[in-house]
């Protein structure tokens, strides 16, 4: 089995997930199924299948939560000392070298990224490109509209 890397709040927030999975998710469907069966005929209760249906979701979760969390390498990135070096879990300041716009991304696990949030998948071609570059040093990174440059400002282990 292949280690996924997570950072230390990528896999607090597995955790978290999966703990409210097993204690709570889990007993609300229990009940859900429980309720739908007093109801009588199952061949026919649509609230027993819809019950049904979520806790296969739910028990399918939890699974892919404890295989994930069994398989992690969890790195904090306070304890990364790449020289200077994106890696991952390290954040980026950069420079897009067309417009000038300035942005911030942490370099993730797959499970963490959020673009939005300013959190990018170690494995998206944007995070390879940024992958072993030194502040200065500039990322060339193919984008749908062409190939886009970016200089590195800043890499920080926070």
Known sequence: MSTIPLTKRGAD???????QLKTKERRSVIN???????????SENSEYDAAKEKQAFVEGRIIELESKLSGAQIIDPALVDADGRVVFASTVDLEDLKSGEKMTYQIVGDDEAD???????????????LIG???????SVQAPSGVREYEIIAVRYI
């Open 115 to 129: 673009l939005e949030a300013g959190l990018i998948s170690v494995s998206s071609p944007f995070a390879r490109a």
């Open 32 to 42: 859900s199924i429980s309720e739908a069966r007093a109801q009588g005929d199952l």
């Open 133 to 139: 570059k030194s502040e200065g040093d500039i990322a």
């Open 13 to 19: 927030l597995l955790k978290e997930e999966l703990h």
